[in-house]
Nanobody, 114 residues
Framework: QVQLMESGGGLVQPGGSLRLSCAAS????????WAWYSQVPGKQRDVVAH???????VYGDSVRGRFTISRDNAKNTVSLQMNSLTPEDTAIYYC????????WGRGIQVTVSS
């Protein structure tokens, strides 16, 4: 059974930075991509960033140039470096594996506030 665990969230002031990490445990077959999503109460879950197995990346319009997604295939981990954070980035962030199956983490809170 594949499980994903996010870490690194918390409270940060506007303009600050956070680094989220997500580690996968269990057997994952085939090539797969990773993604980070964000969700605020009452709204749909939106993709923040995606990285393919080979390392190609795609970012949401609101985070392009501020966030960087990276992965370590040997360790089955993905990270999201978030810089120049604004209150609008406040959300629960979920990591996901997108492959033969889709797996989700439980989510981690990021709050940007002074």
């Amino acid at each position: 059974q594949v499980q994903l665990m996010e870490s690194g969230g918390g409270l940060v002031q506007p303009g600050g930075s956070l680094r989220l990490s997500c580690a996968a445990s269990g057997k994952i077959t085939g090539d797969y991509g990773w993604a980070w999503y964000s969700q605020v109460p009452g709204k749909q879950r939106d993709v923040v960033a995606h990285i393919t197995f080979s390392g190609d990346t795609v970012y949401g319009d609101s985070v392009r140039g501020r966030f960087t997604i990276s992965r370590d295939n040997a360790k089955n981990t993905v990270s999201l470096q978030m810089n120049s954070l604004t209150p609008e980035d406040t959300a629960i962030y979920y990591c996901a594996i997108l492959g033969t199956n889709i797996y989700w983490g439980r989510g981690i809170q990021v709050t940007v506030s002074s």
